[in-house]
């Protein structure tokens, strides 16, 4: 069974150009996870969907940045305009449904977007 | 207070030896605790999950649980060099998300 599929896997761009990462999930899986990793902050939850439904997004540092889950197979972060300080490998990562009241909560990452903006 | 502290290392131990890495965490309701291992320039792998006070083993890695004290640990016997990776300790509650710790650098001598 495939993991969970990022795209693309490397991306460098000008500053103030538009980014989009785009997420495949397990499937079966229904909750999605965008996080961002960087040297000085670690591993960060920008937003995550369930069923996609968006149900936090409190970690998305400002209004460039934005994701949608169209279906259960396909997600995508958008940065626009891209800054600099965007630079950082973005990992999707995928669970399965948890029942109601269930705290069982095993993602799975993808290999991650290295972005880089100049 | 970070939510989830874990010393940064590095951790250098010999082969064959046991590698212990340590977490803390402040959210008392948390119910969920995860150790993923990161291997440089790649994505976070789980490898072990625990949600009750006590120890579970598998294979070369033991996690322990005190939901009293707020720790969680990994233990690792038979440190092999390809176990040299950055630990992530993850904690969550009811509400599925997971906090991380900025993960400890694991580094095994041959």
């Known amino acids: 069974d495939a993991g969970v599929i990022q795209s693309p896997r490397h991306e460098v761009t000008e500053m103030g150009q538009e980014v989009t990462l785009r997420c495949k999930p397990i499937s079966g899986h229904n909750s999605l996870f965008w996080y961002r990793q960087t040297m000085m902050r670690g591993l960060e939850l920008l937003i995550y969907?369930?069923?996609?439904?968006?149900?936090?997004d409190s970690g998305m540092p400002e209004d460039r940045f934005s994701a949608k889950m169209p279906n259960a197979s396909f997600s995508t972060l958008k940065i626009q305009p891209s800054e600099p300080r965007d630079s950082a490998v973005y990992f999707c990562?995928?669970?399965?449904?948890?029942?109601?009241?269930?705290?069982?909560?095993?993602?799975?990452f993808g290999p991650g977007t290295r972005l880089t903006v100049l | 207070q970070k939510e989830v502290e874990q010393n940064s290392g590095p951790l250098s131990v010999p082969e064959g030896a046991i590698a212990s890495l340590n977490c803390t965490y402040s959210d008392r309701v948390s119910q969920s605790f995860f150790w993923y291992r990161q291997y440089s320039g790649k994505s976070p792998e789980l490898i072990m999950s625990?949600?009750?006070?006590g120890d579970k083993e598998d294979g070369r890695f033991t996690a322990q649980l005190n939901k009293a004290s707020q720790y969680v640990s990994l233990l690792i016997r038979d440190s092999q060099p390809s176990d040299s990776a950055t630990y992530l300790c993850?904690?969550?509650?009811?509400?599925?998300?997971?906090?991380f710790g900025q993960g400890t650098e694991l580094s095994v001598k041959p």
């Open positions: 969907f369930n069923n996609n439904v968006p149900i936090d």
């Open positions: 625990i949600y009750s006070n």
């Open positions: 990562a995928s669970s399965p449904t948890m029942p109601q009241g269930s705290f069982y909560n095993e993602q799975f």
């Open positions: 993850a904690v969550s509650n009811q509400g599925g998300k997971l906090i």
